[in-house]
């Protein structure tokens, strides 16, 4: 196109011609992606309102069509910048490859920084409370006071016979996978105690 074009143009202009096509392409690519994800946007959200489908599943589908109309629209300007397509794709898929592998590794981490925002923020407990982390309702599982909640774990002051004064450490993802069991302020052990004690005063009273 560039070649059947030149004769029309002035001698002075060849030399920097082939820069302006080339800077009117890439132009064009990035306008056109531009105007292709707002209408995008703009059509998804017409069909959530008529349809009334929930805006948590709207916005997620815009974002993802957004970011893959500007990926094609950036391996087109380096594809016209004279970048091989196979060299584009290795990088690709090295990329891809490398961000799985480092996305499912810190998953763990990730999901407990997650979780512990839950926990300062919908407080399903709080510091002082004794709390026991059950499998089901009828299983024992751990018990404790909490005497700390960090970005990771959930520590727990042990209140079993068994390892009295050892802690306990429950990552935060647990605590909305298992059943949790709160006794507010006051320990499990104070509570049956004081049931035995009220229990007990009648029949000393009639003795």
Known sequence: MLATMTPYFPAWTHEWLGSFFLTLQL???????????LGLRRILKRAGARYDLPM????????????????????????RLGVSGT??????????????????????????IFCAIL???SRPFRLGDHVEILD???KPGAKGEVVDISLLYVTLRDSTEEHPG???????????????RRWKGVPPRQTAVSKAATVSVPDSADA
């Open 27 to 37: 132009l064009l690519i990035l306008i056109g992606a531009w105007f292709l994800q």
């Open 56 to 79: 948590h599943l709207v916005k997620p589908t815009a974002s993802i069509a957004r970011w893959i109309i500007m990926t094609t629209a950036a391996l087109l300007v380096l594809g």
């Open 87 to 112: 060299v584009l794709w290795t990088a690709f898929t090295g990329f891809a490859a490398v961000g799985a592998v480092a996305f499912f590794a810190a998953w763990s981490v990730l999901s407990n």
């Open 119 to 121: 926990i300062f923020t």
């Open 136 to 138: 089901t309702a009828e």
């Open 166 to 180: 050892a802690f306990l450490q429950i990552p935060n993802t647990l605590v909305f996978q298992r059943i949790v």
